[in-house]
Every structure is written in C-alpha cells, then in structure tokens.
C-alpha cells in the first residue's frame, strides 16, 4: 500500500501561506464523509456516529494547516454517502475507487492516495474455481450495495453474474457463512476485520487470484464549492509532505493496530 503525489499547489502561484489567508466556502469548514465499513482507512466508530481512519485523519491534518475546519459526517451507509457528495451536499467522499460513472459526479486525482485489493471470500474447504470472471457464472455471490469492483467486473456484473447486493459487509460474510452465497467480493483489510469480529477464521479464507488491485481517492464533489484546483494541488502536496517524513506509514501502523484491536 502506497501514497502518490502528482502537483504541487505551487503550480497554481498560490502559497500555502496565501492559501491560510484565501476567502474559501462555508467559513472555512469543509465536509468529509466516508465508508462506514472500510478500516483500516475509514470506519464507524463502535458505538459512536462518528468515522475514523487513516483517510480521515490525513485529511483532518491538511485542512488544519491552512485554517479549514473539518466536519466528518457519518452516513449509514456506502451508497447513500455517495449519493450526498454527488449532490453536494457533502464535500469529500473516501475512499472510492475511480469508474466511468463516478467520474460524472466526482473530481478526482491523477492519481490514487492509497492502493487497495478486492477479493473474493469463500468458505474454507468448499471446492471453488476462479481463473477468470466467467468462472463466476455458476456460482452465486454477495456484495455491498454501490461497491465499485473496477470497470470490468461491474461491466461483467451487468449480464453474466448472479451478485446479490446488501446493505454491510457484515450481512455478506453471513450469508457466505449460513451458505446463501458461494462467495464474497469485498476489499481485503475491510473483508478481514468482519471476518474477525465474527470469529470466522477458521471457516472463511481469502481467494489467491485477486478481483483487482487498484486505487482508492478523496474526491471532490463536482457541486461543491471545494471543487477548485488550488485546493486539489495543496492537498496532493500535503500528501507527498506526509509521505516523505514518514507520516503516512506511523498513521498505517496506528489504524492497523486500532482495528485488530477492535476486530
């Protein structure tokens, strides 16, 4: 898992210094929302309506270095955050992948802020065969609602799978357990900690062949005042920041930690 940078805001002749000053929307708060199951990058809280992770506090950290307060708002679940961003109602969605469709609603990156895997779920010691997504056809399958799985699964999803799609992971690695689904497509780290929190260890392993590995981004609505190129430009900057003294990999090691404690 890695983190990329691409431009920096002096590109745009603006100053981090000039950017603390800027007028900027919304008094200067900015609203973030995420996967509300997808540690070890962004998760509910237990017990609390709030989102924590890797992706949230990166975001938190750059915003307060040029006075932009951050609101982090919870919504129940993946589709219906998305769904508030594309509208614009919120600002930052994390951390989807990039589609074809999204890419209508969304301003994104060059390039991605993390690499993640999709895989597939399946119960230990039942005979399961997957060299390519045809291989899926005889076999039926379970997924979040919204979740994008790279353009040509969702393509082939279209026509030639038999994908039931549900509100939580949780609710897929059961019906995967119970056996009203031959497997799960989920990311990996997301995947495993439900996966541990069901103590289901034993019973559940992941596929070697992975679905894809990709990346994952804060996009910005294409509605939100927040939408502007200086603002992309310092973000990646503070993002390369980050990763170059080390950051990045200290706040991987904390969330990594939190969720195997939690899960």
Known sequence: MGIFIFVSQAAFGISEADLKKMPLPNNRIIKITGHPQYPPFVWKEKDKNE?????????????????????????????RAQEEVKLGHIDILVPPYKNEERIQFYKFSNKPIFMDETVLFVKKGKKFKFTKLSDLKKYKGVAIINDSFGTEFDNF??????????????QCIKFLEIGRADYV?????????IVHK??????????????????????????????????EAYLDSKIMEYENKGIIKKLEKKYFELMNKLY
């Open 51 to 79: 989102l924590t992770g890797i992706a949230i506090e990166i975001l938190k950290m750059a915003f307060a270095e040029i006075n932009v307060k951050t609101e982090i708002i919870f919504v129940e679940t993946w589709g």
């Open 157 to 170: 999803e279209k026509s030639d799978l038999n994908l039931t799609r549900l509100n939580e992971t949780e």
């Open 185 to 193: 497509v989920a990311g990996l780290y997301s995947g495993l900690s």
């Open 198 to 231: 069901l103590k289901l260890n034993d019973s559940i392993s992941i596929f070697p062949k992975r679905i894809i590995i990709t990346g994952m981004y804060a996009p910005i609505s294409l509605k939100s005042q927040w939408n502007k190129p200086e603002i």
